[in-house]
């Protein structure tokens, strides 16, 4: 192979690394709210024994920094929000990862969730929780 066909496959190597990775759902993210519009924190989602998880890692209001979910139930009834995991045992299917739950700590509810990357925009995350055909999608934004 000569030095230039090495160099153009190498580009090509390279290039194509770099298109699967801003593909990921992987790294963290600033989520918006879907209902008022705010941003609320930053979720940094990560694979853990083949699933994935996300984790609020910011709270952007300064004034819930000490926000607990005092409507869960269970483990979380009362626990911090910042370091709460909020995703949790997503699995790969196809283009989106789905199967696991999401929970809102406003709220107290915990949804069916799926997540997957905007075709059009790698640095948009669609979220979605659901409960039969019922569902809510929030655009959240990659964090650099």
Known sequence: MTSKKLFLFATFVVLCGFTAFSQS???????????????????????????????VVELLNKDRQDAVCDKCDGAKKDAPVLGMVIIE???KD???????????????????????????????LNVRGYIAFLYRTQTWHRVN
């Open 89 to 91: 045992n997503l699995e």
């Open 25 to 55: 759902v992987f790294g963290k993210w600033k989520t918006i709210d879907d209902e008022s519009g705010k941003e609320k924190s930053i979720v940094e989602i990560y694979e853990k024994d083949g699933k994935v998880f996300g984790k």
């Open 94 to 124: 196809d283009d989106e990862y789905a199967g696991g739950t999401i929970l809102d700590p406003e709220k107290g509810k915990e949804y069916k969730c799926k997540i997957w990357v905007d075709e059009n925009d790698a640095n948009i």
